[in-house]
């Protein structure tokens, strides 16, 4: 399967593209495509996006009981697709592959390295 840019070049008459499973793993990749350039998100950025999905969530289901606890699930059903995402900085060869999966590793920083861990008593 191409990236968006190989895509692009290969089918020019195309309009559209699905993106589908890609925006789990990386909700910037919509930013990345319309910049046309991969983006070497921070931990700390990342980090942002997810205190944004909790207050969307709070504010959608409610912050008693119920509105927590589906929060909650949703946000680690998401997390458990983020954390396969590898930094850019990281990778050898850009653009990352969706069915690759990064062996363990030590991120930039504390959080990256969190971020990065499959284990849900991490998250």
Known sequence: MADWNNHKTECPELATCMIARGA????????????QRHWDISSGERLNIFK??????????????KGVETTRRFLLEWLSYTCRYIPV???????QRINWRPPSYYGRDDLETLMASDSAADW
């Open 24 to 35: 789990l793993i990386k909700p910037w990749l919509f930013t990345e495509i319309k910049e």
């Open 52 to 65: 944004d999905f909790v207050h969307f969530g709070l504010q959608h289901w409610g912050s008693d009981t």
């Open 89 to 95: 900085g990281l990778l050898e060869v850009v653009p």
